[in-house]
């Protein structure tokens, strides 16, 4: 008799100590999801009219920021940026790099003597004279180009951002779900 209650602690006690085991694992797992979603990849809340018509306010877009690691931002991406002249992140997109020179005449944006083809914007730039972007920064602008609309690189307060104050690439948004609209290629 003593053996049969011995047989039934026995699976009792196995069943909690798997039990156990199962919430530690949930939890390390948990943990590695908070970890990788705070430093490999991120989300952020699009606030403001700045992006339209590619980004609309409200939109929670995924950003990576494992990219930055390899890679230095190129003509077309959009970045997300923190520069410490700004009490908030923006999201903007790249449209020259390092040593291109950019101005802007009639409402067209040009790099290196070449208008840009942009499908993807909404309004029209004022006149910029030529700036060469110096070694480290990035010309960015939002993809509103009406007045007032975006804070960005046209604005002599802000000008070229430095490639550090990147902190991710916007790569999709997730609510509402849509790809990044792309520029044409150069």
């Known amino acids: 008799m003593a053996d049969e209650v011995l047989a039934r602690k ?55 920021k494992v990219s930055l690691f390899f890679k230095t931002p190129k003509y077309g991406d959009v970045v997300v940026i923190k520069d410490d002249r700004l009490e908030f992140s923006i999201i903007k997109r790249v449209i020259a790099v390092q040593g291109d020179r950019v101005f802007i005449r009639d409402g067209v944006i040009y790099v290196n003597e070449t208008p840009l083809p942009e499908l993807y914007t909404a309004g029209k730039s004022e006149n910029m004279d030529v700036q060469t972007i110096p070694s480290g920064y990035l010309f960015v602008v939002g993809d509103n180009r009406n007045l007032g609309e975006s804070k960005d690189s046209r604005d002599p307060s802000l000008g070229p951002v430095h490639i550090k104050d990147v902190k991710g690439y916007a790569v999709f948004s997730l609510l509402p779900m849509h790809r990044i609209a792309e520029p044409l290629d150069l």
């Not at 948990?30 to 705070?38: D, G």
């Open 10 to 64: 026995k699976p009792a006690a196995t069943k909690h100590k798997s039990e156990f085991w199962g919430w530690v694992r949930f939890i390390l797992l948990l943990s590695l999801a908070f970890i990788l979603i705070n430093n490999m990849i991120g989300l952020t809340r699009v606030s403001g009219n700045s992006m339209n018509p590619t980004l609309q306010s409200g939109n929670v877009l995924l950003m990576n």
